[in-house]
């Protein structure tokens, strides 16, 4: 069991440009969840998907920012017009039945945005 | 302030020492976990404790939960340097139960 696979590792972005940053989860869950993290800071939730639903994006800025878990292939992190401010480090995490029994994460994407 | 704030923020020991990190929350929580994350890595979950448990034992680690102080506190016992790492505390809120909300962390170094 491979675990949480997150790719690329590193991106670099120009602004305005997209980023796609990607998430498989370990075999058997189906809870997906997005986390940003800035230096020397804790995760801040983004959203919270299952199968082909968002459950919960209340932690998505309402521009730019787009998630989807789709019946086949890994969850999809897209980030529109990227900025300055988008620079961070994304983690995905997967449960096999939600939030209650703890979380496996990724190694996360590092974006920067020059 | 937000839910989950570690104390201290940061702590340096030697080797051999015991560390006491804290946790405190603000809304009632079905239950609390705590994670570990080495340099550019991502987090490893060590333990959970449920509302309803008082004490939780796990290798070297010592967890405790106190709902009426709305608090938690990690006991690593005997650290090694291997342990340097930050530590989050994380709940998982009782009305919006969804998904964990995660605190700032403690860097926790062990000196050789």
């Known amino acids: 069991n491979a675990g949480v696979m997150q790719n690329p590792r590193h991106l670099v972005r120009r602004r305005g440009q997209e980023a796609r940053l990607r998430c498989s989860p370990m075999?058997?869950?189906?809870?997906v969840y997005w986390y940003r993290q800035l230096p020397e800071e804790g995760l801040k939730f983004m959203v919270y998907?299952?199968?082909?639903?968002?459950?919960?994006e209340s932690g998505m800025p309402k521009e730019r920012f787009s998630a989807e878990f789709p019946k086949e292939g890994p969850s999809i992190l897209r980030i529109q017009q990227v900025v300055r401010g988008d620079s961070a480090a994304y983690f995905c995490a997967s449960s096999p039945w939600g939030a209650n029994y703890g979380y496996t994460f990724g190694s996360g994407t590092r974006l920067t945005v020059v | 302030s937000q839910q989950g704030e570690e104390d201290p923020q940061a702590l340096s020991i030697q080797e051999g020492e015991n560390a006491t990190m804290n946790c405190s929350y603000k809304?009632?929580?079905?239950?609390l976990q705590w994670y570990r994350q080495n340099s550019g890595r991502g987090l490893v979950h060590l333990i959970l404790i449920r509302s309803n448990e008082r004490e939780k034992h796990s290798g070297r680690l010592r967890v405790t939960l106190d709902t009426s102080k709305k608090s938690s506190s990690l006991l690593i016992t005997a650290s090694r340097a291997a342990d340097t790492a930050s530590y989050f505390c994380a709940t998982l809120k009782e009305t919006s139960g969804s998904r964990l909300t995660f605190g700032e962390g403690t860097q926790l170094t062990v000196n050789p």
């Open positions: 075999k058997g869950h189906s809870h």
């Open positions: 998907l299952q199968k082909e639903n968002i459950i919960d």
């Open positions: 809304t009632s929580i079905n239950n």
